[in-house]
């Protein structure tokens, strides 16, 4: 029922920066929880940044201060605004929504970041 499709990611050079965005499609009752998870190869799959539905935010202690999540509930799409990025915020991204009871994923988005 629910589709996310991730778009933005490419590839930077250290320092840069990427807006990576997820649309959601497909019958929606409500978004609770958006969150943005990342997997560089050989690791696990880490939060990177979340809000919910009240606008609260979370974000994981590497990509404070360089990260911002929001959304756009009227769009159903998450947003990821990422600046001075680093060679180690190389990863797929990926969104994840809640609605209702059920959580759904994103196909992912790859980013790079080298020189």
């Known amino acids: 029922q629910v589709r996310l499709v991730e778009s933005g990611g490419a590839l930077v050079q250290p320092g840069g920066s990427l807006r990576l965005s997820c649309a959601a499609s497909g019958f929606i009752f409500s978004i609770r929880t958006m969150t943005w998870h990342r997997q560089a190869p050989g690791k696990q799959r880490d939060l990177v940044a979340s809000?919910?539905?009240?606008?609260?935010?979370n974000y994981a202690d590497s990509v404070k201060g360089r990260f911002t999540i929001s959304r756009d509930n009227a769009k159903k799409m998450v947003y990821l605004q990422m600046n001075s990025l680093k060679p180690e915020d190389t990863a797929v991204y990926y969104c994840e929504v809640v609605v209702g009871t059920r959580n759904f994923w994103g196909q992912g988005t790859q980013v790079t970041v080298s020189s």
């Open positions: 809000i919910t539905s009240s606008g609260s935010t």
